[in-house]
């Protein structure tokens, strides 16, 4: 096998460090060839769909790539902007505002934002930081609760990139943050302000994305950190269990995913009479296609279908000061001993002050936890 090729060993050059945030990845266009394209990458990836390739390939290319695209690529063209797709533009504006969070407190590090299927994809963005002279990388998936069919995902195509380069750098992985205090506390300021804007429901729904129940059976933590995320964000609300209800969505395929599914759950709180919910989804750090769509317009119609009157959709974290603190945060603790402040007499002393703060203020917002 030949490695890729890559600038020579210079000595004295320091040791650049960066951040890449990565999200699942989104169509270049909201066509059926771009929408066919996109999901060709993402649903042919083995952690994505399980089922053993002799059997899945003939189902996905006769079948699903078929007829898919074009009904996924009306969808798309619901929410697309001028901007283009909210889940890539979001994601672009977390990087950056990252990066200037971390300038702010003198930490030089380069945020790339970078997307697991379609563009900008991870092996471009690695190769660039690369020829950058970047030697540090810190892995940050958008994804704050931990899946198989996500974050692994994520990791597979860093080892692979790396299988292909002689100089490999070094590398942080952050695998979750679904009970980080900052990100719950983001969540919880988000309800907050939505309550106060609109009136605040009779439940509130927290949707998090599905995935194959046999997953959980065979050792996937992610419904366990759902559970976990729902439950601090619970608590942090100060709301009784009863009026908070965790669903899944975004079910694919016949087979059993988590339960109980959105929709359903949804519309048998209309039958039961409840008239007033807001909804929102705290697996999902930007607006995307299965929120914007599918809850905020189909779960919603379904909502009103049998009778519901009002549905608050509460809007994902996007840009949120709240939450780019604790991306900021995360980012810290994970940057820990990469000494990235600037200037180097203080520096270590500075990234211990510095962590020591963020540790007393992560402290005082989750005492319980
Ligand atoms: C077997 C299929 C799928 C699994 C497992 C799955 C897990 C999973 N996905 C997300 C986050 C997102 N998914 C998005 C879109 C999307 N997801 C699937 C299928 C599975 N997801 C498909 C086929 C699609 C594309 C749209 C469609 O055709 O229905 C998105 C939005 C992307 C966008 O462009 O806006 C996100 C985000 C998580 C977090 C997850 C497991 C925990
Ligand atoms: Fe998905
Ligand atoms: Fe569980």
Redesign the pocket.
């Known amino acids: 096998m030949a490695f890729r090729p890559e600038p020579a060993y210079q000595h004295g050059r320091k040791a650049g460090t960066a951040i890449v945030l990565c999200n ?4 270049d266009a909201p066509t059926p060839e771009a ?1 066919r394209s996109y ?1 060709r990458e ?2 042919g990836d083995p952690r ?2 399980e089922i053993p390739p002799m059997l899945w390939k003939p189902i996905l290319h006769g079948i699903i790539l078929r007829t ?1 695209p074009a009904v ?1 690529a009306k969808k798309y063209a619901s929410i697309w902007t001028p901007e283009g ?3 890539l533009t979001w994601t672009l504006r977390q990087a950056e505002l990252l990066s200037q969070w971390l300038q702010e407190r003198g930490h030089d590090v380069e945020v790339r934002a970078a997307m697991r299927y379609g563009k900008p994809g991870l092996d471009a963005t690695l190769d660039a930081l690369k020829a950058d002279g970047v030697q540090r990388i810190l892995v940050l998936p958008a ?1 704050p ?1 931990y ?1 198989g ?2 974050t692994a995902s994520v990791l597979d195509k860093i080892f692979q990139w790396s299988a292909e380069v002689r100089s490999v750098p070094e590398w942080r992985f952050v695998n979750r943050y679904h009970d980080h205090p900052l990100y719950i506390e983001a969540l919880a300021r988000s309800v907050r302000r939505h309550w106060e804007a609109n009136g605040q429901g009779e439940r509130l729904v927290l949707s998090f ?1 599905g ?2 129940e046999r997953t959980h059976t065979l050792g996937d933590p ?1 419904h366990c950190e759902c559970r976990k995320t729902a439950r601090l964000l619970t608590e942090a609300l100060g709301l009784p269990p009863d009026r908070v209800l965790m669903t899944f969505q ?1 079910r ?2 016949k087979a059993k995913w988590l339960e109980p599914y959105t929709e359903p759950s949804v519309v048998a709180l209309a039958q039961q009479g409840v008239r007033h919910i807001d909804v929102m989804c705290p ?2 750090t930007s607006d ?3 929120t914007l769509e599918e809850i905020n317009m189909e779960v919603r119609h379904a909502f009103t279908e049998v009778g519901g009157e009002r549905y608050g959709y509460i809007p994902c974290l996007n840009d949120d000061a709240t939450w780019i603190e604790a991306l900021g945060d995360i980012s810290l603790q994970h940057l820990a001993g990469w000494n990235t402040l600037k200037g180097n007499a203080e520096a270590a002393r500075g990234e211990q002050e510095a962590l020591a703060a963020s540790a007393a203020r992560a402290r005082t917002l989750g005492a319980t936890q």
């Open positions: 699942l990845g989104t169509p929408v999901l993402f649903l994505v769909v898919r996924s797709s909210p889940l994804y609760q899946s069919t996500t994305h995935v194959p992610y975004s694919f395929g697996g999902f995307c296609l299965e």
